[in-house]
């Protein structure tokens, strides 16, 4: 039987969509294709992204925002109110450029002098939902392509079987992180599983995630009928093309054969069968709390090596508004192993230096105790690190205060951070523009300064 891809190169003219829609019509359309590799505004530090979301807000001043002021004044009461609350973490130096990074994350401290630490991030917004929505979208007020659409429209992706954009078990219920809105449908995140679903329950078996991917196989007709089937659909789509801009329905087309060539690609990538057990035991794919992050991890680096453009896994349950030891100890035990094998792998496939990896929550928590050990929301400052990419490794940019409340040092609004994400992946964030609804959109909307101080 002939693959996907080679029914697509030889349908016949009884049924072939090049043949439907005119032999010129489909060359333009293949050069012209919205996913097409495109050239930066100019020369990029990385290629790609990794973004590890910490969904809940991870404390910064456990993890990476070390605070001896913090713990001398254990108990006293804090700037807005309430005692504080001492890291119930030892915090040390590490790497030979002597970061200050908490026991929590021991494996991940042994990459530090790799990784750039912002401690000045700040958003608007102090609740989940629009905190969320900000740092992927730029905006909680409206509906806006996240930061992962943005790169894709501008950079389009290098493997033509592949989504460009995905999203590993993103939270139930918020698109937006990985949506496209009003920018071309193709260039939306393609959605992985989700917290606690089959993915969740994949990932505690030994062998293949396969079958992760929602869809992905048709069990009612073979790859003949579904290519007879979506010829149609796209010949359709083509009968409502209108006239002027075309990208929408061009988007959808697009999409659809995307989709049909995946049921190729998309499976076999995501099998980890192959994987030896010493790699699967690096990452901690292998059993225990780590599993679940750790075969997500490994997905990610092969993804990233099969030309995904970016790639995003969120990691939930940072909200320790109670039980701060057991539970952040609890979440960073699940992925400080696989966050740090991940390094480790881009590393030794000399990958890193143009894989840009992305650490970070929504916002951080307060220095001050809620309900005896646990933390409120933080919005005003907290950290975020990246590594590879062309950021300065072993590196530390802008502070919060004494305590921890918010950011006095080189304050670094999300704004910043997206200007300084699309400046690394060679694109100008004031230039990456989509004409809608009368006006010129971007990413940053009318603010963000690139943070030229971390790049190498």
């Known amino acids: 039987m002939l693959t996907r891809r080679e029914l697509l190169k030889h349908s016949s003219a009884g049924f072939g969509y090049m043949a439907m829609a005119g032999m010129a019509h489909a060359a333009e ?11 930066p505004h100019f020369a990029a530090k990385a290629k790609r992204v990794i973004f590890l979301c910490m969904q809940g807000g991870p404390s910064h001043v456990d993890t990476f925002d070390y605070k001896p002021d913090l713990q001398r004044d254990h108990g006293k ?3 807005y109110g309430g005692a504080l609350l ?21 494996q991940v401290a042994e990459h530090a002098d790799e990784m750039c630490l912002i401690r000045s991030m700040h958003c608007d917004q102090p609740v989940h939902p629009g905190a969320m929505t900000q740092m992927h979208t730029g905006t909680a007020q409206f509906v806006r392509p996240s930061i992962g659409a943005w790169t894709l429209y501008g950079l389009g992706t290098e493997n033509e079987s592949l989504p460009g954009f995905v999203s590993l078990s993103p939270p139930v219920g918020n698109s937006r992180n990985y949506g496209s809105a009003f920018l071309p449908a193709i260039y939306g995140g393609t959605k992985v599983g989700r917290p606690g679903s089959r993915f969740a329950q994949l990932a505690r078996r030994s062998g293949s995630t396969q079958d992760s991917v929602p869809d992905i196989r048709n069990p009612n ?11 149609l659909i796209q010949k359709l789509n083509q009968s409502q093309m209108p006239a002027g801009d075309t990208s929408n329905v061009d988007g959808v087309i697009q999409s659809y054969e995307l989709a049909f060539r995946m049921q190729d690609a998309m499976p076999s990538l995501m099998d980890l069968a192959g994987e030896n057990a010493k790699t699967l035991k690096a990452y901690g794919a292998d059993g225990g709390p780590t599993e679940t992050f750790g075969k997500q991890c490994l997905l990610a680096r092969r993804f990233a090596e099969a030309g995904v453009r970016f790639i995003e896994i969120t990691h939930g349950n940072w909200d320790q508004h109670t039980r701060l030891t057991a539970d952040h100890a609890a979440r960073a035990e699940a992925c400080d192993k696989p966050i740090a094998a991940l390094l480790a792998d881009l590393k030794a496939r ?21 309900s005896g050990d646990g933390r409120n929301h933080n919005n005003k400052g907290y950290t975020l690190w990246m590594a590879g990419g062309g950021v300065k490794g ?4 802008g502070a919060t205060d004494e305590h921890g409340f918010e950011a006095v040092e080189n304050p ?3 704004h910043d951070w997206h200007a300084t994400v699309l400046h690394l992946m060679g694109l100008d964030h004031e230039q990456l523009t989509y004409r809608y609804a009368g006006r010129d959109f971007r990413l940053t909307d009318v603010y963000g300064n690139v943070v030229h101080d971390i790049i190498a």
């Open 350 to 370: 000399n990958m890193l230096d143009e894989t840009l990896v992305i650490w970070g929550g929504e916002f951080g928590r307060t220095p001050s105790a809620q």
């Open 221 to 231: 007709l073979s790859d003949r009928e579904q290519r007879r089937q979506l010829n």
């Open 77 to 79: 009461r804090g700037k």
């Open 86 to 106: 001492k890291s119930p973490w030892e915090f040390r130096q590490r790497g030979e450029s002597g970061l200050w990074i908490s026991d929590l994350f021991p």
């Open 412 to 414: 670094c609004h999300v």
């Open 394 to 397: 072993g590196f530390s940019y």
């Open 29 to 39: 359309s293949t050069a012209t294709s919205p996913l097409a590799p495109k050239q």
